[in-house]
């Protein structure tokens, strides 16, 4: 496939003047080989360099996937998607406006990075979403803390934008739920931040004082490279912090 730039006339020798159109490149730069977008697993571009900056980063790809989150983070997001490798953030209101729990779907955009996390980010002239079914929604794999804390964020990004599940953990707050605030939770060993982003999760709620599991997608969130640590548990339902 190419593209081609160039001035159209006609030539056509008596009438009816009804054919006859030609291109005309006006120099060999008028004729661009366009590159094809490959499909590709989401895993593969969970490759980070030794900033912790996914390797094809600014690159166009298309990646398939099913949603595990919608507009429970806000209205631009993220939606997350993952398939049977791993998981992937699509970040902007054109996403949550067109994407629903379960849905099956493929994807073409660029894929940026902020504030460590790998993300595409909606951009109307470039992205294209195809919704082929609605589908169940996959059980979150179950992890450790230390699992997630010790993800090698210099390589292959296992579990970030990926549902997971963590088992046995106690809250080191004490009081209610706030929306936009982070809380501690541990299991006796190692610690880790769990977020809750918007009103109407858990926000108002009473902060468990036994132990729980807890339901939610991995995020990152940290300052500048090199993007080692700063993961997040977001949470998207109540019903997401399980109480034993």
């Known amino acids: 496939r190419v593209s081609i730039t160039g001035c159209l006339v006609q030539n056509k020798i008596s009438p009816p003047f009804d054919e006859g159109y030609e291109l005309y490149p006006r120099s060999a730069r008028d004729i661009e080989i366009i590159k094809p977008i490959g499909q590709v697993p989401i895993l593969t571009l969970r490759q980070n360099d030794s900033q912790g900056i996914p390797i094809y980063v600014d690159s166009v790809k298309t990646i398939s996937g099913i949603v595990t989150a919608t ?23 054109g996403y949550v406006s067109k994407l629903k729990m379960g849905d099956s779907v493929s994807v073409t955009g660029p894929l940026m990075v902020h504030r460590g996390m790998a993300e595409y980010y909606y951009d109307a002239e470039i992205c294209e979403i195809i919704i082929h079914d609605n589908v169940a929604v996959p059980s979150p794999k179950l992890v450790t803390i230390g699992d997630i804390l010790n993800q090698k964020w210099d390589d292959i990004e296992l579990l970030e934008s990926k549902l997971v599940i963590v088992r046995d953990v106690q809250f080191l707050d004490k009081g209610n739920f706030d929306s936009y605030r982070n809380y501690q939770i541990t299991d006796g060993v190692n610690k880790i931040s769990l977020r809750i982003n918007r009103a109407g999760s858990l926000s108002g709620t009473d902060i468990p004082t036994g132990k729980v599991s807890v339901i939610g997608i991995i995020s990152q969130y940290i300052s500048q490279p090199p993007y080692q640590g700063g993961y997040q548990i977001l949470t998207r339902f109540p019903n997401d912090v399980i109480i034993k």
């Open 71 to 93: 507009n429970q983070f806000g209205r631009n997001g993220p939606v997350i998607i993952q398939d049977d490798g791993a998981g992937m953030a699509l970040y902007g209101s």
